[in-house]
């Protein structure tokens, strides 16, 4: 790395279009070599308190069926709902405006397996999920009032997940929230200002750039896993599809193979990273299904990990990061050379 990535700077975010600020001499401190204990991941299979397992009750009343694959179900406590609200009352009042929001919340389980992770899934099991995501998107984004369908996971207690088994959550909305909303506004303005998709530009930019390798951690034939130029989070990764496509249905089979693997291979990385079962949020940024075209758009994946040094020292959003900009002290480069020296066998074998 040149002397000048390593001095104090300000990088730009094309794709949300905002700076974030990079401190690489902060971490000039001889690295501390700092492991944490290493965390087992749960050893039961199954949990008769876990509201997810097969053929348990749920807090709100409901048993799940005793499913052997992937089982979604509308969350019982959802944050928004379907019907429609009653019309909000003119305000009296400028600058305090309100809309009415309706949306559907889902749960969808990977597994019937209480002790499995993404990273510890194989390919073959993580694929009827990819599928799975692919059809919630498809039905979801089909009902007229949905505009945006957000599939996310947030994994671990440090990230706010109650429960271990592994899931995730699908959001859709009757608006496009603020992210992609901002990342519509981005694409659209890279691709009418220059007659090419943002992301399949920045993607031929990393490959063009890359000394050894440079931020990119691998790739298969049909996604590439990187560590992005604005990153935020210490290890935070892009996921982009190689091929130009806005969203998971436009995804052949070969290609949704592509992205269990690439999903499989980086969280084992991760958990390795610092033997532990990595925290994060992850989730799918695409289209959004307000009924528009949307040839800007380009699928890709957000992880946003909060480790930092070790599996119990987190990065904290606070201070100048609340008041001015978000910061990091290790360089993107530098996670992703760390990443890279990651195995992708996980450290704790399925038995
Ligand atoms: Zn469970
Ligand atoms: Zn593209
Ligand atoms: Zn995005």
């Known amino acids: 790395m040149d002397e000048k990535s390593q001095s104090p700077h300000r990088r730009w975010n094309p794709l949300r279009q905002s700076w974030v600020l990079v401190s690489p001499h902060r971490t000039q401190r001889p690295w501390q070599g700092e492991v944490g204990q290493k965390a087992a991941p749960s050893e039961v299979s199954y949990d008769p308190q876990c509201y997810l397992c097969p053929g348990n009750q749920r807090a709100g009343g409901a048993v799940n069926p005793v499913y052997d694959g992937i089982f979604s179900f509308v969350n019982d406590y959802a944050a928004l709902l379907p019907d429609p609200p009653a019309p909000a009352a003119e305000p009296a009042l400028p600058l305090l405006v309100a809309e009415p929001a309706r949306g559907l919340c889902k749960v969808l389980c990977y ?3 209480h002790s499995l992770t993404l990273a510890r899934m194989t390919r073959a099991e993580i694929r009827p999920v990819v599928d799975a995501w692919t059809a919630e998107y498809e039905e979801l984004g089909g009902l007229d009032w949905i505009e945006y369908v957000q599939i996310f996971e947030n994994r671990g207690a ?14 859709s909305t009757g608006f496009v929230p603020d992210e992609p909303a901002a990342e519509t506004l981005a694409q659209r303005e890279h691709l009418t200002g220059s007659g090419r998709c943002l992301l399949c530009n920045y993607l031929q930019t990393e490959h063009d750039a890359a000394v050894d390798q440079g931020r990119i951690v691998f790739e298969n034939e049909h996604f590439a896993v990187l560590v992005p130029w ?3 989070w210490p290890f935070e990764v892009l996921v982009i599809s190689r091929r130009h496509a806005g969203s998971l249905p436009e995804f052949t089979s070969a ?7 690439a999903l499989r291979r980086l969280t084992t990385r991760y958990d390795n990273l ?3 079962s990595f925290p994060y949020t992850m989730g799918f940024h695409q289209s959004p299904t307000d009924g528009q075209k949307h040839p800007e758009w380009h699928f890709h994946a957000h992880f946003y990990p909060p480790l930092l040094r070790s599996a119990t020292v987190r990065k904290f959003m606070v201070g100048f990061e609340m008041l001015g900009m978000p910061q990091r002290d290790i360089t993107p480069e530098s996670a992703a050379e760390r990443l890279r020296a990651c195995s992708e066998e996980h450290f704790w074998p399925r038995v």
């Open 111 to 113: 597994h019937p397996d």
């Open 158 to 171: 440090m990230m706010g997940a109650s429960n271990p088994h592994p899931h995730g959550q699908i959001w």
């Open 230 to 232: 604005w990153a935020v």
């Open 255 to 261: 290609e949704r193979n592509g992205l269990a693997d």
């Open 274 to 276: 610092f033997s532990t």
